[in-house]
Structures are given as C-alpha cells and as structure tokens.
C-alpha cells in the first residue's frame, strides 16, 4: 500500500477527485490534509468519509511541523497538491492571505518532500525514487489572451490579479525545486472546472442559486469575458495521467475545448431552468432570463483564457469525456438535486 497525501481534498475539484482516485486504485491509502476555510466543505468528502483507505487530516498546510508529522507517520510517498485560497474577488480585498496559503504552503510541502524523499540534490533515498509532487495550477497564470490564440505550456507566466500572481509564484517554487535539487514534479494549469460541489460563490452555481430564489443573476460588466470551460471529471482524468505518466519536470495545460461567454452559460443555464422547473410556476415570470442583471465589471478582469491541450492529448492520451453540453445539464441537475 502507498500513502499519498491530497491537500485541500475537501475542495471542490480535489472533492471530486478523491472518490474517484480511490475506486481506481485500491493500492493507495489517501490522506487528505484540508484547513476546511471557506472553499472547503466537509459535506463534500461524505462519499469518502468511510473508506478505509482514507485519512482526513485537519489542519494548515503552511504549519511545517504538522507536514513534517504526516510525512513521518504515513511515510508518503506522492503529494498532489490541489490546497489554494480561489477565489479572484477574495484575492482583490484581501492579498495577503492568498500569498501565505498559495505561496509560504506551496513552499512548505515542497520543502518537506525534499527532505523526506532525497538525501541531496538529485540523490533520492532508497526506495522514494518515484516520489512525485505534482501542483494543480491555472490557466490564470498566463494572463489574458485578445480574440484569438490559446495558451500552450510555452506560453509567458503574466498574472493580473493576487490569486493568479500567488499561483504563478506557487508554479515558480516547483519547477525551482526539480530543477536545483532534482525533486520528480509536474504541474497541470487547468481551466474552468465546473461540475458538481463547486463552491456556490462560484459563476455557475451562483447563477442557478439566484435564478431557483428569484433574484437578480448578476453578471459582470457586459457579460463577453470568454472561459473554456473543463467538466470537473475530465480535469480530473487529467490529473490522474500526469501524475502517473508526466515527464519529469514538465508542465500540461488541460482544457475543455468550450469557449463560452458568461452571456451564454447564463443563457444555457437558464434555459435549461425554463424547462426543468418553469419560472411561471413559483416566480410569475416567463423566464429565469429576466433575472439577469449587468454588474460593474471586476477589476482587473481578464477578457479571454482558452487553452491547448495538445501535449496532454498526444502525449499522455488524455481527451475529455464530456462536452459542454452534457456536462452542463449534468451540472445544473446535480444542483436541482441538492437545492429543490
């Protein structure tokens, strides 16, 4: 049996990736460290809670005494590392905390895995030779892209907001730690997940939470900023065939192939609403479209991310099983589910 340790595995991506890392290696135990801030939910983590290969760990990733305990005491021998303060409007008001989690707890684990894994630069310990530490990263990182064109793994690192500037310092500290000391890493930079258990400040759920309450769907500015959009399920296939199969070293953008507006997921979203549960019915009105209302925009906000996926898709194998329109009805009825 091999220990691995999941930090932020109580969020929304590394929620859906624990159930299904676990039924498809019964040779890992998991042990997910997780400070359960706003962005981690424990409600989440129910369909894992039992299992015997997992262990929940509540706790900061920057407290180096507390990595250096796990490390000793389940002896890990992986870390995928998902833990990260999120959210870009957050990130605005408040900086501070998204370089202490996102920079100071990146630094702390690759740290600790350095000296639980090698005896020296490029010399691993017996039996820890394939010890790998692999960062979950953003397509944020890159900036933002004008009408055309898409991220690669070659594209140059320009962060506009603090959560994107603490990311791309946190990618910074890894490809530092393979290259100086030899340290096995690999970094994916994903787009936008979605799918279920995302946090309800998030696009997607706050527009069906506010269109099932009746009130005002805010969308920022003119509502033309372009995402691609990754089902949560996919990216987490992603994730699985880098870290098993990634080189050493390298990085893999892993991307939807979905470029959407904010105009048309709050379009499709609500159209999907329409039918499932008639707005006429409960709120007197023809469509949940009437609810949306045009916000002032964020600052700093970036008008395009679109990613290339080539080098995962040629490399590894990888290709996404959903496109965005069953991922998206899958989706929103996994919210009707939980909120009707």
């Not at 949560?232 to 098993?244: E, N, Q, R």
């Not at 990085?251 to 709050?266: F, H």
């Amino acid at each position: 049996m091999t220990n691995l340790l999941i930090t932020g595995g109580a969020g929304f991506i590394g929620s859906n990736f624990l159930p299904y890392f676990l039924e498809r290696y019964p040779h890992y135990t998991l042990i997910n460290l997780d400070l359960l801030t706003y962005a981690g939910n424990p409600e989440n983590l129910t369909e894992v809670a039992g299992h015997p290969r997992y262990r929940f760990i509540h706790g900061d990733i920057c407290d180096r005494a507390l990595v250096e305990h796990i490390f000793r005491t389940y002896d890990i021998k992986g870390v995928i590392h998902f833990a990260a303060e999120s959210h870009v409007d957050n990130s605005i008001q408040d900086p501070g905390i998204f370089v202490e989690t996102n920079v100071k707890g990146t630094f702390t684990l690759l740290d600790v895995a350095y000296r639980h894994w090698m005896h020296k630069p490029f010399g691993c310990k017996d039996s820890y030779e394939a010890c790998r530490f692999h960062q979950i990263s953003t397509d944020e990182v890159y900036g933002t892209l004008g009408e055309t064109g898409l991220f690669t793994e070659q594209t140059a690192y320009a962060p506009n907001s603090p959560y994107a500037a603490s990311k791309a310092s946190a990618d910074m500290l890894v490809r530092s730690y393979h290259e100086t000391y030899g340290l096995n890493t690999v970094i994916t930079n994903c787009s936008n997940n979605y799918g279920p258990k995302q946090h309800n400040e998030k696009l997607i759920p706050t527009i069906i939470r506010k269109a099932l309450a009746g009130k005002p769907i805010p969308i920022y500015g003119d509502g033309k900023n372009i995402r691609d959009w990754l089902y949560v399920l996919d990216h987490c296939k992603g994730i699985d065939l880098a870290y098993h199969q990634g080189k050493k070293g390298n990085v893999y953008n892993i991307g939807g192939k979905n470029e959407k507006s904010n105009l048309d997921i709050v379009d499709k979203i609500t159209s999907i609403l329409d039918t499932a549960l008639p707005p006429a019915e409960h709120l007197g009105i023809p469509s949940y479209k009437a609810l949306i209302t045009f916000v002032p925009d964020r600052a700093g906000h970036d008008r395009r991310y679109a990613i290339d996926a080539h080098k995962i898709s040629s490399e590894l194998g990888w290709q996404a099983n959903e496109d965005f329109e069953t991922g998206i009805t899958k989706t929103v009825e996994w919210y009707l589910q939980k909120w009707i």
